[in-house]
């Protein structure tokens, strides 16, 4: 099925280190999301965007909804052990979302 | 307040049995869904409820998958004749009326053998 291309597909920093993720299509989307998402758990949700051109903060997340409505990225600021995991982008159209193939992200204390 | 809910949470099947997957949306919710995800993979469309109408079922793979929503609450995806890529976690999500956001249950992990 249709997917984002999401990149990049994995990351090992450092603690401390900030993260950027990002996320493109070839279609246009109405609004975009970010999840998080545990090992054995369903994806939780991080920051949802609804305007291009937006940029929306969520304590050390901070995510931008791409002005030609195709692109979002996500920024993580300070990284600490307990942002490990894997991150998903979406975006939505008449109410299903299209996720990413996701960032799956290591901290090394 | 209680999240989406999913049981079972893991299910082993044999090559041609039935199974029958249960989703508790949050309280409220109206439209539900459901994903499909494979192993290292992003989670997959499979179709959504608004109340108890079906409003898309594009993304189910074959007519051996169906899915239900009777009374506009529980929802149960239901496959039939199940065969070794059906394997993957099956994910319910739920969204307040209006609103783009989904939340998303635990999940059950489909094996099939």
């Known amino acids: 099925g249709q997917q984002l291309n999401q990149s990049p597909q994995s990351m090992f920093i450092q603690e401390g280190e900030d993260v950027s993720m990002n996320c493109t299509s070839s279609?246009?989307?109405?609004?975009w999301l970010w999840y998080k998402q545990d090992p054995g758990e369903g994806p939780v949700l991080l920051i949802a965007?609804?305007?291009?051109?937006e940029l929306t903060s969520n304590g050390r997340l901070t995510a931008q909804f791409g002005i030609t409505r195709k692109d979002s990225f996500l920024n993580i600021s300070a990284s600490i052990p307990s942002d490990v995991g894997i991150y998903f982008c979406?975006?939505?159209?008449?109410?299903?979302?299209?996720f990413g193939q996701g960032t799956t992200l290591q901290v090394k204390p | 307040g209680a999240g989406v809910s999913q049981s079972p949470r893991y299910k082993v099947a044999k090559r041609g049995q039935d199974v029958a997957l249960r989703c508790d949306p949050i309280?409220?919710?109206?439209?539900l869904f459901w994903y499909q995800q494979a192993l290292g993979q992003g989670p997959e469309f499979l179709t959504y409820?608004?109340?108890?109408?079906?409003?898309?079922k594009s993304g189910l793979p074959s007519d051996r998958f169906f899915a239900e929503r009777p009374e506009g609450s529980v929802s149960t995806l239901k496959i039939q004749r199940t065969q070794q890529e059906d394997s993957a976690v099956y994910l319910c999500?739920?969204?307040?009326?209006?609103?783009?956001?989904?939340?998303f249950g635990p999940g059950t992990r489909l094996t099939v053998t």
């Open positions: 999500a739920s969204s307040l009326p209006g609103s783009y956001e989904q939340y």
């Open positions: 279609s246009i989307f109405n609004t």
């Open positions: 965007l609804y305007k291009a051109g």
């Open positions: 979406a975006g939505r159209n008449t109410g299903k979302l299209i």
């Open positions: 309280s409220g919710h109206v439209s």
């Open positions: 409820f608004q109340n108890e109408a079906q409003l898309d």
